[in-house]
């Protein structure tokens, strides 16, 4: 039997080299004869030509094949890792794929396996010219591998390069540069169904109910062994409309619906005609900052949905004989209507109307009427000041809600809180009200408002109202498991007028940090610091943590912020003009007078270097070029020298190093009020924020925009 070849011999040698040895090895070894001659012979041919080292023609040169010159996974994004464990539950990355050829072009696709979970998938064609740098990407997210990984682990890849047919293969690799990346299986929907439809009214028999309630049920699994907690949203693409549920806890692939129940008022205004409500189901983490997955095979969907009469518009009118005779602007004497306008969507409906008075407690009704399409029909209620007898206390600002029934007030079609014109000003109680939302203005449903008489909670939009009597004093704070309030507390005194507006941001207490760890998040991160005013102005100010370690700029319009203040900011991480800041659409004080000492140092230390500055993730803080020293950018600083250039609003001052900047003048920019008898040559000290600028020719420049310029 003869032995199959021995190439090892080869491997080493220069590729000319190679072919010779290996022609002599084979002689030696096989002794071909004949038939076995000719195909060694054409074995040789054959690499010969396709290593490029003999030509196929004596005019031509050998074509040379596409091969890889670097295989790389990057581009990591969008990475959680909610159990700590260094394996990804959600995640983006790239493989980029850079093939060349050793002159020419060619146009070439590649195959990449996860030779972990056995995945294959196919690029579209490119062309490479020679040995130029021309990536091939290829995305990938968790959902790329959902079903595939059961648990914590680490995805190899291998990737072969073809021509763009798929027909010839070139070359294949498993050296993937930063491989393996390491992720495990986040949760997913198992499924979603509608169940325990009830209660339903077809009261026309068309087959769609304008009276229904049935159930949403959401089975969510977990990765084999471990458990979540997990919270969703329910999308109805056919409204427009999405609710929120949980957050809830699920295990394994246990069987766990988490169940949200809707009826015909969840769609008020939403269902114009006959309509099938479909859904969508996406499964987020409990801060709805991570999707996880999504669902959009809804058993037992669509459901059949009919219009029902509706609210087009309310509104106070008519008001006549007003009589303010202590001149605070609330009547003591009055008369006004409320117009309520009903329509039916592609039909005609019989209705009714409630229209109550939340402020005092009371209800009236008209009606019936019919009401058809989209006719413009109002009905009113005319109301004076007997109307509210016995029922108004003190200044009052009337506000109504309109409900609409069938004739019989059996069945409530729709209301609205909306009434053009209120409140109406009569003489009764003070309301404080107002909204709390997070960062991103969300609002916020379930915080109590404790100090407030009967401590309101906030609803679905986030809104809160009380009434007190005028001369009210006491504290409230808002409080909701889970989160910190901006600001934590307001103080009443002797209320007099209503207090609307009363506004309060909610920041998950996980985002609570310092302001050196906020600088390490890239844009967009939410977070919450708390820091003593440094420097403040119109529409923006700095604040530093006690210690003296960072010091961070706040995008705020029209902040009403003091030096020496403890400021809480929440907001987003941004960066502009190389600085990093924190955008927030709110701060508070918790106390006044803290003194704060300025970093005193040399014009060519302020600044500093880079502070773990990342241009890909865009995190850190980026350091003034060529500098030295500590990152100093966003604390207070105090420096010395002359000032060799002076305009409005603008200086540079020298302290002898002759500091170069983006500019032809010599020292350190300082931005602020210039005082009046300053004057160039004039000998100053600088206290400031440490700011700075991106410049074209010169890159990252350092910048104190001053509080204070004394001349020495």
Known sequence: MVGEPDIDGCRDNT????????????????NPRGPRRALLQSLILTGLLVEGLISASPSAAAPVAPYFSGVYLADIANATDNNANSYYETFNFNIRIDADIKSGSATVAAKVTCTTTGQTWNTAPWTIYGVEVDYCTVAFSESSFRGFITGPTSLNFSVELWNASFTQKYATTTSVVDQPFKAEPGPFIRRAAISNVRNTVDSNLDSYYEFFQFDLNIDADAAAGTSDTVAAKIICPTTGQTWTTGPWTITGSSVDYHTMTFDQSAFAGG??????LDFTVELWNPGFTAKYDTHTLVDNEPFKAGPLPLISDARITNVTGTVDADGDGYFETFRFGIDADADMP?????????????TTGQTWTIGPWTVTGWAVDYHTL?????????????QTGLDFTIELWDPSFTRKYASTGTVSGEPFKAEQACTISGVVTTISGTPLSGV???????????????RYSVTVLPGWSAS???????????????????????????????TPSSLSMTIRAAKLLSDESQVRVTGVVTAAFTDFFYIEDAAAIAGIRVSQSGNGRAVGERATVPGFVRGSQAERYISASASSASEAGIVVRPLGMQTGLVGGKSFFYSHQTASGQVGIAGAVGLNNIGMLVRTWGRVTHLEPGLCYVDDGRGLSNSSSYK?????????AQLQEGSY??????????????????PVILSTSIQTL
Not at 346 to 358: A, L
Not at 481 to 505: K, T
Request: charged share 10%; glycine share 14%; aromatic share 6%.
């Open 476 to 506: 409230a704070a808002p409080t909701k498991s889970g989160y910190d309030f901006c600001p934590a507390l307001r103080v009443y005194a002797n209320v007099a007028a209503d207090a609307l507006g009363q506004n309060y941001v909610a």
């Open 382 to 394: 005319l109301l004076d000041q007997t109307s509210f007898s016995g029922h108004l206390v003190g």
């Open 346 to 358: 592609g039909g005609s409906s019989v209705v009714s109307v409630k229209i109550i008075c939340p």
């Open 271 to 276: 269902i114009l005609g006959p309509t099938n």
């Open 684 to 701: 100053v000290q600088v206290t400031g924020a440490a700011s700075c600028f991106s410049s074209p020719s010169s890159g990252v420049q």
């Open 448 to 462: 109590m408002l404790t100090g407030l008489p009967g401590s309101p909670v906030t609803d679905s939009a986030g």
């Open 15 to 30: 590729p000319i080299e190679g072919w010779t040895n290996m022609i002599g090895h084979l002689g030696r070894r096989w």
């Open 667 to 675: 020292g350190l920019m300082v931005q602020g009020e210039m005082p």
